[in-house]
């Protein structure tokens, strides 16, 4: 069976009940980068938004709205539209900057704020509190709900054009990535940065990507660091394997020095050369399955 997130299921994985807007306790996005990731490195791209249409928005969502970062060409219509997924830190400046990179490359991108019911990650230090008290606490069904809804956005009010649509999505969202096109019968393309692939099942997080294969329609370009430490290389070849063998067209491609967030510019992780190589693969990727 595909697997698809009811609204059912989302109810169920919420206790049963809806959220009001009431209960939407980050109403506007970060200011800045996250708290948890200063001081910001020297090599930190900062994208402008000549050309552009950017900043925040409203997201109307099942339960309410949420707040979401929006980028796209001042000019035109029709724009192919790309969810861009957060890590762990929320939609902090980096992701903004993301979405503004793909907003001069033609694309509609949205980043919708997907802890917004949980709390704000910005204002927390410490990375393993923010998987204590937010992140462990944000339902997939939640997730899958809220990008379909951005999609669904990008579309009514962006001259965004559903017929193409992709995402991607860094650490946290690299796994989301992956379960997303598992979720969206409509998605075109994803590309997955250094997201976990196998991983304990909580109830709120009853499945990872290894567990979803055989539902995955979209193509999936997998990019990992072959020294990430969170990431074990086995997880990698096991992941490629069942792709194969489940005759996917995804692809993963491991960069053998490159660490975990090898992309993000503004953390030490960052690998400037492994980085430009895996956006060029990224948009490459978005274009070969017409979504570009």
Same mark, same amino acid.
């Given at each position: 069976?595909?697997?698809?997130?009811?609204?059912?299921?989302?109810?169920?994985?919420?206790?049963?009940?809806?959220?009001?807007?009431? =209960?939407?306790?980050? !109403?506007?996005?970060?200011?800045?980068?996250?708290?948890?990731?200063?001081?910001?490195?020297?090599?930190?791209?900062?994208?402008? !938004?000549?050309?552009?249409?950017?900043?925040? %928005?409203?997201?109307?969502?099942?339960?309410?709205?949420?707040?979401?970062?929006?980028?796209?060409?001042?000019?035109?219509?029709? +724009?192919?539209?790309? *969810?861009?997924?957060?890590?762990?830190?929320?939609?902090?400046?980096? @992701?903004?900057?993301?979405?503004?990179? +793909?907003?001069?490359?033609?694309?509609?991108?949205?980043? /919708?704020?997907?802890?917004?019911?949980?709390?704000?990650? $910005?204002? @927390?230090?410490?990375?393993?509190? @923010?998987?204590?008290?937010?992140? $462990?606490?944000?339902?997939?069904?939640?997730?899958?709900?809220? *990008?379909?809804?951005?999609?669904?956005?990008?579309?009514?009010?962006?001259?965004?054009?559903?017929?193409?649509?992709?995402?991607?999505?860094?650490?946290?969202?690299?796994? @989301? !990535?992956?379960? &997303?096109?598992?979720?969206?019968?409509?998605?075109?393309?994803?590309?997955?940065?250094?997201?976990?692939?196998?991983?304990?099942?909580?109830?709120? =997080?009853?499945? &990872?990507? +290894?567990? %979803?294969?055989?539902?995955?329609?979209?193509?999936?370009?997998?990019?990992?660091?072959?020294?990430?430490?969170?990431?074990?290389?086995?997880?990698?070849?096991?992941?490629?394997?069942?792709?194969?063998?489940?005759?996917? /067209? $995804?692809?993963? %491609?491991?960069? /053998?020095?490159?660490?975990?967030? +090898?992309?993000?510019?503004?953390?030490?992780?960052?690998?400037?050369?492994?980085?430009?190589?895996?956006? #060029?693969?990224?948009? #490459?990727?978005?274009?070969?399955?017409?979504?570009?």
């Amino acid at each position: 069976m595909h697997d698809q997130w009811t609204n059912a299921d989302l109810d169920s994985l919420l206790g049963k009940r809806s959220l009001t807007r009431r =209960q939407v306790l980050v !109403t506007s996005l970060a200011t800045g980068f996250a708290l948890a990731v200063q001081p910001v490195s020297a090599e930190t791209i900062t994208t402008g !938004t000549e050309g552009l249409e950017a900043g925040e %928005v409203r997201i109307p969502v099942a339960d309410g709205e949420i707040p979401g970062y929006r980028a796209m060409p001042a000019k035109g219509r029709h +724009f192919p539209v790309v *969810l861009v997924v957060q890590e762990i830190f929320g939609v902090h400046e980096h @992701i903004k900057d993301v979405c503004r990179r +793909f907003a001069q490359q033609g694309y509609c991108a949205i980043a /919708p704020e997907l802890y917004a019911r949980q709390g704000d990650v $910005s204002k @927390i230090s410490d990375w393993k509190q @923010i998987f204590a008290e937010v992140v $462990s606490k944000v339902p997939d069904a939640q997730v899958m709900s809220d *990008l379909d809804a951005a999609a669904a956005w990008a579309g009514k009010s962006s001259k965004g054009d559903e017929r193409r649509l992709a995402v991607t999505g860094f650490c946290w969202g690299g796994r @989301i !990535t992956w379960l &997303y096109a598992a979720h969206n019968r409509n998605l075109r393309a994803g590309v997955a940065w250094y997201g976990r692939l196998k991983g304990e099942a909580t109830e709120l =997080q009853p499945k &990872y990507p +290894f567990d %979803v294969v055989a539902d995955i329609d979209a193509p999936v370009l997998g990019l990992y660091g072959g020294k990430d430490q969170g990431i074990p290389m086995a997880d990698v070849e096991a992941m490629r394997a069942a792709l194969k063998a489940a005759g996917k /067209p $995804s692809e993963i %491609v491991v960069f /053998p020095e490159a660490g975990h967030a +090898f992309f993000a510019d503004y953390r030490p992780s960052y690998r400037a050369e492994d980085a430009v190589a895996g956006w #060029a693969a990224c948009l #490459a990727w978005f274009r070969k399955h017409g979504v570009g």
